[in-house]
């Protein structure tokens, strides 16, 4: 072959796979790109027709007719037999994000999801009666133990499968990637446009409702490495190394995806259906005992009436979020409160926080409701006492003793008992530094002198230091150590 044919080979070569890699990008659309941010390929692919729970992240579109996956479909029955379940779901969204650490690929999944505000169930009541019956959310809203029920609920099992290819690559890169690897003959499709499917487990998706925004779990290193996560054709076998080194030079992913399981315990929801409707025809009272978790009923003795503070789960406590703010989930690690406090105490004995943004302090129950609040003039440090009260304390005034390196400080605290405020104390107290006394080489008092002096200069000190103590306990403040945690 001579050196111009070559050439020309070569040349027409490299255009018809540009023109191939655009042609086959074209057919997913645009909106199937997941650019290369940083270091990783992070989007929220879209379940429903513009979801809301997508917005502010690079969102893709469903690939599906009428961008609505048939999983998701509200007419779609769930359940066998007499119990089925469909409308529940009223937002979906996958976060993906894939990346390569060291030089294995790495991805992890979340998947989100809000309800529709109802759901339609079928199933048969004591008589053996058909019931097909719509549930609406605002009509739950009376009955907190069937709220706390539902919000609970999720799919307990879900799988994806997604078609991939990589694409829009620099000319350098597709010079740098043929010259390697000695190209010089027409490229064909079966070699250069291999789109990679493969099915996503349900045990790698941390399910989550949307309100509560769990943090992902630690991302998995894929064990097939590569060859797991761009599964190969037997047929292309032969090109495996070069189709995953054209695979890792893209800057952007094509990609197609759809829901491929997906399960409900739809006894939960018939649970729900049964007990709203034994509370609305008067047949069962609503009780705080009548609680569950996880899909079980607990049952416990009593018939006390019911109200929010009751329906408090003991089990919340305090949470870091990604953003360094703090929030409140239960154990079994549902968001109670989203962080966005700059610190949070728990009471000792109730079922209370505080909870502090900037000079304001909320007081919030164990279901994350803000019941008080206080805005200060300055910033405020906030406590638990053993008792169970909290508190705040807000530096007031400093006075300084004398000459001395020596300060009397005000401030004043709040005690907020069972949610409210109680009272406010005013507090004393004298700070004094360690001190080191120093003598000159020059000096020539003894020791006995030295030590007299001494203990007149710290005696002078402490009789300013009181008082100026005297002054502001006339005047109704509390000396420091008498705290009213007491």
Not at 286 to 311: I, N, Q, R
Not at 365 to 383: D, L, M, P
């Amino acid at each position: 072959m001579s050196y111009s044919t070559f050439r020309n080979h070569s040349r027409s070569a490299y255009h018809f796979l540009v023109l191939l890699l655009t042609c086959s990008t074209l057919l997913f659309s645009q909106s199937n790109h997941i650019p290369l941010k940083g270091k990783s390929f992070l989007g929220a692919l879209e379940l429903m027709p513009n979801g809301k729970l997508a917005q502010g992240s690079y969102r893709v579109k469903s690939p599906f007719p009428g961008e609505l996956d048939p999983m998701l479909d509200p007419y779609k029955w769930y359940g066998e037999g007499d119990e089925q379940v469909c409308g529940m779901v009223g937002d979906a969204v996958l976060y993906l994000e894939w990346w390569i650490k060291g030089s294995e690929p790495l991805e992890r999944y979340k998947f989100d999801w809000t309800s529709s505000g109802h759901f339609v169930v079928k199933y048969k009541n004591d008589k053996g009666e058909l019931i097909n019956k719509r549930i609406n959310w605002y009509d739950l809203s009376k009955y907190p133990n069937l709220v706390k029920r539902f919000e609970l609920i999720q799919p307990y099992k879900i799988g994806f499968e997604f078609t991939f290819h990589s694409g829009d690559k620099s000319s350098e890169d597709y010079y740098g990637f043929r010259k390697r690897y000695n190209i010089m003959e027409d490229l064909g499709s079966a070699g250069y446009a291999v789109d990679y499917t493969r099915k996503i487990p349900t045990w790698k998706v941390v399910h989550v409702r949307g309100k509560e925004k769990k943090n992902w779990g630690n991302p998995a290193i894929l064990l097939g490495s590569w060859k797991e996560f761009c599964p190969l054709a037997d047929k292309h076998k032969d090109k495996e190394s070069r189709l995953l080194e054209l695979f890792r030079m893209g800057r952007t992913i094509v990609i197609s995806y759809k829901i491929t399981e997906m399960h409900w315990r739809v006894s939960d929801f018939v649970y729900i259906a049964k007990k709203f409707a034994a509370y609305e025809s008067g047949k069962e009272k609503p009780s705080a005992f009548d609680e569950v978790e996880d899909g079980k009923k607990e049952e416990k003795a009593g018939d006390e009436s019911w109200d929010e503070t009751d329906m408090m789960d003991s089990e919340t406590e305090v949470f870091r979020g990604e953003t360094g703010k703090w929030g409140l989930k239960s154990k079994r690690g549902r968001v109670v409160k989203e962080p966005a406090y700059d610190n949070i105490v728990k009471s000792k004995t109730e079922k209370y926080y505080m909870a502090t943004k900037g000079n304001t302090i909320y007081i919030l129950n164990n279901n994350g409701a803000e019941v008080t609040s206080k805005t200060y003039s300055k910033y405020v440090y906030i406590g638990a006492c053993s008792n169970g009260k909290l508190y705040t304390t807000m530096s007031m005034e400093t006075y300084k003793v004398g000459n001395y390196v020596c300060e009397v400080r005000t401030s004043e605290s709040d005690y907020f008992e069972s949610g409210k405020y109680l009272k406010t104390v005013k507090y004393c107290g004298v700070n004094i530094p360690m001190s080191l006394m120093v003598s000159s080489g020059t000096d020539t008092r003894s020791q006995a002198q030295k030590d007299a002096d001494e203990k007149a200069w710290k005696k002078n000190r402490d009789d300013l230091a009181e008082e100026r103590m005297s002054s502001l306990r006339a005047q109704g403040y509390q000396s420091s150590g008498n705290s009213d945690c007491n």
